[in-house]
């Protein structure tokens, strides 16, 4: 593993409620702590828009990613109804851990480009 890999929690907070000037406090206070030089360059949470906007204030530089696990709970809710079939389901949600597994910029295009096709012949059946 090299240190690009690495993820880890560098903070906790716990908050009175779930609003920008709440997490504004707990974004510059976590920045203020920071060295200059370890300043985060990647953060990831889910869509809370007024977390989104916080971070955006305290860390402009960071690019911010939406959690994977919350992603797959969305991919859950909106797709698989889509998919009537068990053997469709299954088929898509294989190929779409496949594609969120991808290391490479490359190999995530190429099973994008596969999904889609697949996808394509779902909806013919």
Known sequence: MTSTDMTFCVGCAFLDAEKEDNYSW??????????KNSLTLVIVTD????LM?????????ATHLLCRWHINK???AKCKKIL????RWDEFYNAWNLLIQSRIEATM????ERMCKDLGKL???
Do not use: G, Q, Y
Not at 53 to 61: K, L, Q, T, Y
Not at 84 to 87: A, G, H, L, Q, R
């Open 74 to 76: 969305n991919v859950l």
């Open 84 to 87: 009537c079939t068990k053997d």
């Open 47 to 50: 869509r809370e828009l007024a």
């Open 26 to 35: 707990a974004c510059e206070t976590l920045r203020l702590l920071m060295d």
């Open 53 to 61: 906007n916080a971070i955006e204030r305290s860390f402009p530089s």
């Open 123 to 125: 909806r013919m059946l």
């Open 109 to 112: 295009r190429d099973r994008i």
